[in-house]
């Protein structure tokens, strides 16, 4: 079964929405979490890497303002596209890991801005 | 709007047949690697990984070599079938932060 949960699967909004993404380890502490961005038939690209408890390190070209992320516990971490507009929709992935656990994926989130 | 995507490199196979894909990977000071299987609209599935200090593991039907000398890496797959169907990333993991790097992936389509 899943090991990491994301939620929502899908959101389609308007454009100045803000989005919270959620990202869940459902059986393992997850001391780090990743969030990573897919446009079609192209690879992950790594935006941000989450430590619980510390801030967010982006990946360069990456805007922290932009893309909110919170790792405020060992199950859990949230990234918020914060005013969204086309140009963001995309699909979010996150992963996590801890322990002796690889990086477990998430399902993504389908993120389409009218 | 959304970037032009790339068009993935594609494989077709017959059922039946074995698969073998390929990645080239790019630091040389990379310590550990994973293939994973993305269907469509979900997020990567883990399928087998490799440390740097073998060349060779196997799984369950499926086979992953290690080239460091070119740095290479490849994924067998045995008598591969229909639910084998998807698109292939290897990654590598470059330090101790554990921060991957995909490929650019490969999708695999398995002739019924």
């Known amino acids: 079964g899943a090991v990491v949960s994301q939620h929502p699967s899908r959101v389609i909004c308007k454009s100045g929405t803000s989005v919270k993404i959620e990202c869940r380890s459902l059986?393992?502490?997850?001391?780090?979490m990743f969030w990573y961005r897919q446009f079609p038939k192209q690879s992950l690209m790594l935006m941000a890497t989450?430590?619980?408890?510390?801030?967010?390190?982006?990946e360069q070209g990456v805007e922290k303002d932009k893309f909110l992320i919170n790792h405020a516990s060992l199950t859990l971490s949230t990234l918020t596209v914060t005013s969204a507009h086309p140009e963001d929709s995309s699909f979010y992935i996150c992963?996590?890991?801890?322990?002796?656990?690889?990086?477990?994926f998430g399902d993504g989130t389908r993120l389409s801005i009218l | 709007g959304e970037s032009v995507g790339l068009h993935l490199p594609t494989l077709s196979v017959q059922e039946g047949d074995n698969s073998i894909i390929n990645c080239a990977y790019s630091?040389?000071?990379?310590?550990?690697f994973i293939w994973y299987k993305q269907e469509s609209g979900k997020g990567p599935q883990f399928i087998i990984d490799?440390?740097?200090?073998?060349d060779k593991r196997q799984g369950q039907r499926v086979t992953v070599l290690l080239n460091k000398t070119v740095k290479h890496l490849s994924l067998q797959i045995a008598a591969t079938q229909p639910g084998d169907s998807a698109v292939y990333f290897c990654?590598?993991?470059?330090?101790?932060?554990?921060?991957?790097?995909f490929g650019s992936g490969t999708r695999l389509l398995v002739r019924p």
């Open positions: 990654a590598e993991r470059m330090d101790s932060s554990y921060k991957l790097i």
């Open positions: 059986d393992f502490q997850a001391t780090t």
């Open positions: 630091n040389s000071a990379s310590d550990y």
């Open positions: 992963s996590a890991r801890g322990g002796n656990q690889p990086q477990h």
């Open positions: 989450s430590n619980e408890g510390s801030k967010a390190t982006y």
């Open positions: 490799i440390r740097s200090n073998m």
